[in-house]
């Protein structure tokens, strides 16, 4: 499925089979999940994606020997700068992302760089392993950053979110969930998921909060999250993109809050989070799609349809 050019449908395409670089394999794709990052790219919220652009970034597939991996958002990075030498390569100036600057996994086939493939855990067959690639890691790092944080607040409870909150409490703290006004199929699940309390995301909760995550990728709902925190809390935005956060006076900020964003992910934070997800153990709920029913995937994720995360079936 390719993006001829942004805010257009994917197009079904037959495409030569990608020949591997120096350093890279071939990975035949056995199943790719859908992600709003996806739906950014695919809209123009993020500027010069590769044209002609094949999409997808949480990639399950597998080498010829046999080997199952999966592909994540940052697929290269040059290795040599100040943040790659300091294992933040997420940050690299020159680093190169999959299904934006590389072709992804909304296809047949893909060409990866294997020293940013990661070896996925046993125990989760293809389609519910290929949410972890991004949705799992991303939540992952954004949890990191909240520090130890007791009272966790979480705002959108779609795909990324419904694999933290798992997490989360077995990490022993304590959930909040935040869902847009009316959004009752949503609170439901996240009060399925274990949160204690789930409100709408203008709500105030019960107690205040050591810190929030925020997976919308609203503005408004950074003055609002700060609102909901105790003192020294963090307000963690997760998202790639997010619309431009309002004005908001200075008494928000003050008692030491933080507002911090969390940028792509490391192949450290890819380790270690699938070595814990078994241990967990983290489900992931999905809902599967054709590939050539990418852009109905697209849709439904967009008029926010999706309980957990969509994933492509090859």
């Given amino acids: 499925m390719v993006l001829p050019a942004p805010r257009e449908p994917l197009e079904l395409r037959d495409l030569p089979v990608p020949k591997p670089g120096p350093g890279q394999v071939l990975l035949r794709v056995r199943a790719c999940a859908v992600c709003r990052t996806d739906l950014h790219v695919v809209d123009g919220e993020l500027p010069h994606p590769k044209l002609r652009l094949v999409v997808g970034h949480q990639i399950v597939g597998e ?8 592909v994540p958002w940052l697929g290269w990075a040059d290795g040599t700068c100040r943040y790659c030498t300091s294992g933040r390569e997420n ?9 934006y600057d590389l072709d992804g996994g909304y296809a ?9 493939c990661l070896t996925l855990p046993d125990g989760y067959d293809d389609v519910h392993v290929a949410p ?4 799992g890691l991303i939540g992952y790092r954004a949890l990191r950053l909240a520090g130890d944080a007791e009272r966790l607040g979480l705002y959108g409870f779609g795909a990324s979110a419904h694999i933290v909150a798992q997490v989360a409490r077995h990490q022993g703290r304590r959930l909040f969930g935040f869902v847009r006004h ?12 274990g949160c204690e309390w789930a409100g709408w995301s203008d709500e105030l909760p019960p107690e205040q909060l050591d810190a929030a995550i925020l997976f919308a990728p ?7 999250a700060l609102a909901a925190l105790a003192k020294g809390g963090t307000v963690v935005c997760a998202g790639i993109h997010m619309s431009d956060i309002p004005s908001f006076p200075y008494e928000l900020l003050w008692g030491e809050r933080s507002v911090r964003s969390v940028a792509n992910l490391t192949r450290r934070d890819g380790e270690e989070f699938l070595a814990l997800a078994p241990q967990v ?3 992931t709920d999905i809902e599967t799609f054709e590939l050539e ?7 439904r994720l967009r008029r926010g349809e999706v309980r957990g995360s969509a994933v492509l079936r090859l």
């Fill in 132 to 135: 972890l690639l991004c949705a």
């Fill in 182 to 193: 009316g959004d009752e199929a949503a609170r439901a699940f996240a009060l399925d998921l």
């Fill in 108 to 116: 047949e086939f893909v060409a990866a760089d294997e020293r940013y």
């Fill in 293 to 299: 029913d990418a852009n109905d995937a697209l849709d």
């Fill in 281 to 283: 153990p983290v489900h």
């Fill in 218 to 224: 609203a503005g408004e709902l950074v003055p609002a």
């Fill in 63 to 70: 080498t010829d020997d046999g080997r199952r991996l999966g």
């Fill in 91 to 99: 940050l690299c100036d020159r680093a190169r992302f999959t299904g």
